[in-house]
């Protein structure tokens, strides 16, 4: 089982930067791939991006295609999500998951708030 904990979200002006971690509990953290989603009130929760378990292979939604960057320290059992270029629209919940050997996100931290003022 993986535990995992997002931080690092935050209020910033349009244009603006964040950068979220997520930490995984466990020696098996770093085999796992780790998705980062979003959900906004009142709407459904949207894939962001992913990454494999070496890293070495990424995956983004169009819609933060070129603005954001997932990396992974696997030392740190750490997953990170550069966010430049923010934009209003970016405003939601952002949680981390851990893919299981099935495909399915099995484990989800509590997620973290970012807001984007225009």
């Known amino acids: 089982q993986v535990q995992l904990v997002e931080s690092g979200g935050g209020l910033v002006q349009a244009g603006g930067s964040l950068r979220l971690s997520c930490v995984g509990s466990g020696r098996t953290f770093m085999s796992y791939t780790i998705g980062w989603f979003r959900q906004a009130p009142g709407k459904e929760r949207q894939f962001v991006a992913r990454i494999s378990w070496t890293g070495g292979s990424t995956y983004y939604a169009d819609s933060v295609k070129g603005r954001f960057t997932i990396s992974r320290d696997n030392a740190k059992n750490t997953v990170y999500l550069q966010m430049d270029s923010l934009k209003p629209e970016d405003t939601a919940v952002y949680s981390c998951?851990?893919?299981?050997?099935?495909?399915?996100?099995?484990?989800w931290g509590q997620g973290t708030q970012v807001t984007v003022s225009s």
């Open positions: 998951a851990a893919q299981g050997s099935e495909g399915e996100y099995e484990y």
